[in-house]
């Protein structure tokens, strides 16, 4: 199995910065791509930002581009989300998704953390 654990999320003033990392473990021969969702309460969950097994951005959501930047360290396994200029519609969970490959023969498999609640106060 997989494992993806988020962590630096937390509260932060209108204005401000965070980064979430996701380190992701278990068993894993390789990545498809890896992507931060955030899910804000009564709405649907979204996405916001996606990044190759290369390590090269692929998109990010409307509401938060020029603002936060996905990155990601393959030999740790992990994701990063910068996020920027942080403003109260950005309070959510959010959550990391990787698509993995369990051995080589296998196929790609979606896998979730947790989530890490961001919080942002005017």
């Known amino acids: 199995q997989v494992q993806l654990v988020e962590s630096g999320g937390g509260l932060a003033q209108a204005g401000g910065s965070l980064r979430l990392s996701c380190a992701a473990s278990?068993?894993?021969?390789?990545?498809?791509?890896m992507a931060w969702y955030r899910q804000a309460p009564e709405k649907q969950r979204e996405v916001v930002g996606t990044?190759?097994?290369?390590?090269?951005?692929?998109n990010y959501g409307d509401s938060v581009k020029g603002r936060f930047t996905i990155s990601s360290n393959n030999a740790k396994k992990t994701v990063y989300l910068q996020m920027n200029s942080l403003k109260p519609e950005d309070t959510a969970v959010y959550y990391c998704?990787?698509?993995?490959?369990?051995?080589?023969?296998?196929?790609?498999?979606?896998?979730w953390g947790q989530g890490t609640q961001v919080t942002v106060s005017s």
């Open positions: 990044i190759s097994r290369f390590g090269d951005p692929i």
């Open positions: 998704n990787a698509d993995v490959k369990n051995s080589i023969g296998a196929s790609y498999l979606a896998y």
């Open positions: 278990g068993c894993i021969f390789g990545f498809n791509a």
